[in-house]
């Protein structure tokens, strides 16, 4: 099993981006999936998270109204849409599967001016 993230970049405050978590050998419809970052110096902290369907979202209060958490299961993907950047959004974004104790390689996403 194996989860890989793109679409980190360099992005002005006030900016979007869409993140993506490709999903390769398992079944990632079957499992519910989380978005996390870690800020240097910080620990890591949950993002948002999604249910197998995709319903039920939950967000971190300090992305609410801000990010979306999505998922297409044709292609095994789970995204991230981030509208609104502000410069302590700046993170490594991971995507993980609790139930498989599964983790991508991280993308990087910085926010400044």
């Known amino acids: 099993a194996h989860l890989e993230e793109s679409g980190g970049a360099l992005v002005q405050p006030g900016g979007s981006l869409r993140l993506s978590c490709a999903a390769s050998a398992f079944t990632s419809s079957k499992y519910h999936m989380r978005w996390y970052r870690q800020a240097p110096g910080k620990e890591r902290e949950m993002v948002a998270s999604i249910n197998t369907d995709g319903g039920g979202p939950t967000y971190a209060a300090s992305v609410q109204g801000r990010f979306t958490i999505s998922r297409d299961n044709i292609k095994d993907t789970l995204y991230l849409q981030m509208n609104s950047l502000k410069v302590e959004d700046t993170a490594v974004y991971y995507c993980?599967?609790?139930?498989?104790?599964?983790w991508g390689q991280g993308t990087q996403v910085t926010v400044s001016s």
């Open positions: 993980n599967v609790p139930a498989l104790t599964l």
